[in-house]
């Protein structure tokens, strides 16, 4: 059974920092892409960043490039989301997101509040 499970959501100033982490199990995470999304109240869910299934490419939305970095470790089963210089419109919930043949799979979702 395919499970991912974010975490290191929370409440942050802007101009802050957070970092989220995915874990990943019931697949062979290191043959995969893996992506953040999030999707903000009332809004529709939006790519944040990818990263290819060795960490050798990286892709990220406009609206954070410069600021959010994107990484794995493949031996952890874990991909990972470091957001920098955090702002207000940066408040959603981020999920984690894999494109399996079968089908996509979602996380739960962890809350990020950019919040002063």
């Known amino acids: 059974q395919v499970q991912l499970v974010e975490s290191g959501g929370g409440l942050v100033q802007p101009g802050g920092s957070l970092k989220l982490s995915c874990a990943a199990s019931?697949?062979?995470?290191?043959?995969?892409?893996m992506k953040w999304y999030r999707q903000a109240p009332g809004k529709e869910r939006e790519l944040v960043a990818s990263?290819?299934?060795?960490?050798?490419?990286?892709n990220y939305a406009d609206s954070v490039k410069g600021r959010f970095t994107i990484s794995r470790d493949n031996a952890k089963k874990t991909v990972y989301l470091q957001m920098n210089s955090l702002k207000l419109e940066d408040t959603a919930v981020y999920f984690c997101?894999?494109?399996?043949?079968?089908?996509?799979?979602w996380g739960q979702g962890t809350q990020v509040t950019v919040s002063s």
């Open positions: 990263v290819a299934w060795d960490g050798g490419t990286t």
């Open positions: 019931g697949f062979t995470f290191s043959f995969y892409a």
């Open positions: 997101n894999v494109g399996l043949v079968t089908g996509d799979s």
